[in-house]
Nanobody, 115 residues
Framework: QLQLVESGGGLVRPGGSLRLSCAAS????????MAWYRQAPGKQRELVAS??????????NYGNFVKGRFTISRDNAKKTLYLQMNSLKPEDTAVYYC??????WGQGTQVTVSS
């Protein structure tokens, strides 16, 4: 079964940036849908961004709270999913997880936005 390992989290000041990576243990070329989720303490896991490469050109979707600050991308050759996060806010503090169908949730990577 494909394994996903997130990295790139850390402590950043409000307004700062981070780039999260999700490295897969095998090829992701045939995976049509991948996504980033996050879970803050005491809250439910929520969708941050998704990328769908099937059909006519595919699609990218973001949670309403993203408001143009984040960019999801993937590099099939590197077997990696990315999330570029800019203009980070304290409310972005959470554990971030990547997702692909038929895979188990990984450990996630902690993002803390604080001054």
């Amino acid at each position: 079964q494909l394994q996903l390992v997130e990295s790139g989290g850390g402590l950043v000041r409000p307004g700062g940036s981070l780039r999260l990576s999700c490295a897969a243990s095998g090829s992701i070329s045939s995976i049509v849908y991948m996504a980033w989720y996050r879970q803050a303490p005491g809250k439910q896991r929520e969708l941050v961004a998704s990328i769908h490469t099937g059909g006519s050109g595919g699609s990218i979707n973001y949670g309403n709270f993203v408001k143009g600050r984040f960019t999801i991308s993937r590099d099939n050759a590197k077997k990696t999913l990315y999330l570029q996060m800019n203009s980070l806010k304290p409310e972005d503090t959470a554990v971030y997880y990547c997702y692909a169908p038929s895979t188990n949730w990984g450990q996630g990577t902690q993002v803390t936005v604080s001054s």
